[in-house]
């Protein structure tokens, strides 16, 4: 039962390796809202610290870029969670560089909450 259970046990720490990738890949899941004057973009990120995180806009893109150490104490069985995370997505509006956002930034239970504020265009006045 030696070499069988050896073999099951690296068989599964691989597919284990292959899932982590797969959801590093495709989390974390985020829901873009616009309220008010606002766009409010909630990110699910459980377990990272918010200095490990790190916010970017660029144009229309906004980067979010994580890392964490991870301890692990015992023998691994299953190990998903993922320990990077590097997505952008594309926002509903242009933002140019130059510009002072006004965006904060919340961490809260897992989950990091981001309002941009939208800015409107100029009435003109008819003449």
């Not at 069988?4 to 292959?18: D, F, P, R, S």
């Not at 699910?44 to 200095?51: A, E, I, S, V, Y």
């Not at 964490?68 to 023998?75: I, Y």
């Amino acid at each position: 039962m030696g070499l069988g259970y050896y073999m099951v046990k690296e068989v599964m720490k691989e597919i284990g390796n292959k899932s982590r990738e797969f959801y590093e890949f495709i989390l974390p899941p985020v829901d873009i809202v616009m309220q008010n004057d606002s766009l409010v973009v909630s990110i699910d990120m459980p377990g990272f610290d918010k200095k490990e995180i790190k916010l970017r806009i660029h144009g229309h893109i906004l980067s979010i870029n994580a890392k964490r150490e991870t301890v692990e104490e015992g023998t691994v069985i299953w190990h998903q969670r993922p320990n990077v995370i590097d997505k952008k997505i594309r926002l509903p509006m242009r933002v140019k560089d130059e510009e002072d956002l006004g965006a904060s930034a919340k961490y809260h239970d897992g989950v990091l909450t981001l309002t941009i504020p939208i800015k409107t265009g100029k009435n003109i006045t008819i003449e």
